[in-house]
C-alpha cells in the first residue's frame, strides 16, 4: 500500500468534549477524507483475498499506521476511537462491494447517523438514476 500525502492532515488527538461523537466524526471527516479512502483500500484489500468479516479495528489501526508515516512529523496521526463505529457503517453504506466486511458491535448514536446517512444514499441514488 502506498502512503497517503498528508501534508494537509488535521489530526483527531484533541477532541473536542462539548460536541456529541456524531458531531466529532463528521467534522472530522470533513477535514479528512482521506482516512475514509485509506480505509476503503484496506478492506478491498482484505476482500480480494478471500477474507471474511472482521471488526473494523484491524484496518483502523492499520490506517493510524499508514497515516502516521505520511505526517511531515514525529508524530502519530491522531484518530478517535469513537469514529470507528462511524467508519464502519458509512464504508458499508457507500461502497456496494464491501457490504457485509465489517462485524458490527451496538453503537447507538452511529446506528442512528447511518440510518441517516443510508436514507440521504437512496435519495442520491434516486436522483442519479
Keep these: 500500500m502506498s502512503h497517503p500525502q498528508s501534508n494537509t492532515v488535521v489530526s483527531d488527538d484533541q477532541p473536542d468534549e ?13 477535514k479528512n477524507p482521506h482516512v475514509y479512502d ?14 471474511g468479516p472482521t471488526g473494523i479495528a484491524l484496518f483502523y489501526e492499520r490506517a493510524r499506521w499508514e497515516l502516521s508515516l505520511a505526517l511531515d512529523s ?3 496521526f491522531g484518530l478517535s476511537q469513537n469514529h470507528r463505529a462511524f467508519y464502519a457503517r458509512a464504508i458499508m453504506l457507500k461502497e456496494r462491494d464491501l457490504a ?3 462485524t458490527l458491535k451496538a453503537a447507538p448514536e452511529a446506528d442512528a447517523w447511518a440510518a441517516d446517512y443510508a436514507a440521504r444514499l437512496a435519495g442520491v441514488r434516486r436522483s442519479a438514476a
Design 18 to 30: 462539548n460536541v456529541s461523537m456524531t458531531e466529532a466524526f463528521r467534522r472530522f471527516h470533513a
Design 38 to 51: 485509506v480505509l476503503v483500500q484496506l478492506a478491498r484489500e482484505w476482500k480480494a483475498r478471500g477474507k
Design 74 to 76: 514525529d508524530g502519530m
Design 100 to 102: 457485509g466486511v465489517f
